[in-house]
């Protein structure tokens, strides 16, 4: 499709009031001032990182909800309609029950929003079936020039839609597995820049797993979210009952390029069980508070680690956790530093369906090893599924989780 009217988006500097979608999961934008008003010149398949030349030059401006070699299959469309009124219109691009070329078992749901205004892109995703296929697809946005790939916002991510990493490559794809999918229901924004936008992106340090009463060093990675270089900013950080540390930091900083403070004051975990770390940006080139103060701060909450050893699941007064669940729940979110040898009281134990998943444990692995037995040896001790007229057997011998996993279908 090709030349559709579009109300008029502010985007990358340029007003367009045209598009044109291309059935591989991509639109580009045009303008009625331009021969040709739009232009699908490049790469089908990989439209972010095209260097087909393009003329004129504002028309490379393109968007990527899921961009491969996809076709539509039976009852499957693409729509295109602007909805809402004057000043709040939404022009959506909505591609319906596609698929991957010649695959079977696909069914792509998702939208290209473009929020007058704001000129803000959203791109939203319904259910995305992969079936027993894994598919590749680009997500982003891109601008000129054409004929080299530098202007460019380009997501990528092989193991998570929840925290993608905007790459600096244009060439980066997004992974869609039957156990890698976005929700249905959630959506990626990408708003105008502010002039001046200093992100607290992240806190890299400490990672898991940290024990009690440790040294740790503390890293917060910022982002420039805005238009204007950002060459100075103060950078701070406090624990849970912590004095607060503050330092300034310089450096230069162009819209989406990120850096990583590591403070040269570091923290002391506590004793025992939990903590939290807040950072934040100030001061940003010297002029006090930045455009948006909404991204200015980020908290990142602790857990203290197992250590290794061996403890008890079971409701005796002495034993360390009451269920499995409970158990795996504490490794989970603060990992192990050594070899974990649970040992189960007699009685019955319910489990999810599926069992339990060990194998994102941080700490475990090689010669950490997990290991579930009976304490006194006997069959007595039985796990259930899902209701308890669906008992499963535990064994009672010494087992040994070298590769972490539990699935509990014993």
């Known amino acids: 499709m090709s030349g559709f009217q579009l109300v008029d988006f502010t985007y990358n500097g340029v007003v367009y009031d045209r598009l044109a979608v291309n059935a591989n999961g991509w639109i580009c934008l045009g303008s009625s001032t331009l021969t040709p008003s739009v232009n699908t ?6 439209p972010l990182s095209s260097t087909t030349a393009i003329t004129p030059a504002a028309l490379a401006a393109k968007i990527a909800g899921f961009a491969l070699d ?3 299959q039976t009852n499957s469309s693409i729509r295109i309609e602007t909805i809402g009124t004057a000043p709040n219109r939404v022009c959506v691009v909505q591609w319906k029950g596609y698929r991957a070329y010649n695959a079977t078992g696909n069914n792509f749901n998702f939208q290209i929003r473009l929020l007058e205004t704001t000129n803000t892109v959203e791109v939203a995703f319904g259910v995305m079936g992969a079936g027993t296929g894994s598919y590749f697809g680009m997500l982003g946005l891109r601008a000129e020039p054409a004929a080299t790939a530098t202007n460019f916002l380009s997501l990528s991510s092989t193991t998570s839609w929840v925290a993608p990493v905007l790459i600096t490559s244009a060439s980066g794809t997004m992974t869609l597995t039957s156990s890698n999918y976005p929700d249905s229901g959630s959506f990626y924004r990408f708003s105008t820049p502010s002039g001046t936008d200093l992100q607290a992106m992240s806190i890299e340090a400490p990672v898991p797993p940290l024990t009690g009463s440790t040294p740790a060093p503390v890293t917060l990675r910022i982002r420039n979210t805005g238009f204007a270089p950002i060459t100075s900013a103060t950078l701070g950080y406090q624990m849970t009952g912590g004095s607060l540390v503050s330092e300034s930091w310089t450096g230069n900083l162009t819209t989406g390029q990120t850096a990583d403070h590591t403070f040269t004051t570091g923290l002391t975990t ?13 001061n940003i080139n010297g002029l006090g508070p930045d455009a948006n103060q909404a991204n200015d701060t980020i908290t990142r ?13 079971g409701s005796s007064a002495t034993a360390n956790f009451p269920t499995v669940t409970s158990a795996v729940n504490a490794m989970r979110q603060g990992g192990i530093t050594g070899s974990i040898n649970f040992l189960i009281e007699p009685g019955t134990y319910f489990s999810p369906t599926g069992g339990y998943d060990l194998t994102s444990i941080v ?8 290991g579930f037995s009976s304490l006194t040896g006997s069959a007595a001790t039985s796990f259930c599924t899902t209701t308890p007229r669906e008992l499963l057997p535990v064994l009672v011998t010494p087992l040994i989780f070298r590769s972490p996993a539990f699935p509990l279908a014993l």
Do not use: D, E, K, W
């Open 41 to 46: 010149g490049g790469s089908s398949y990989t």
């Open 70 to 72: 996809l076709q539509g």
């Open 363 to 370: 700490g475990a692995g090689g010669s950490t090893t997990i």
């Open 270 to 282: 506590p004793a025992s069980g939990s903590f939290s770390v807040t950072s934040h940006v100030s």
């Open 301 to 313: 909450n602790y857990i203290l680690a197992m250590s290794g050893g061996t403890y008890v699941i």
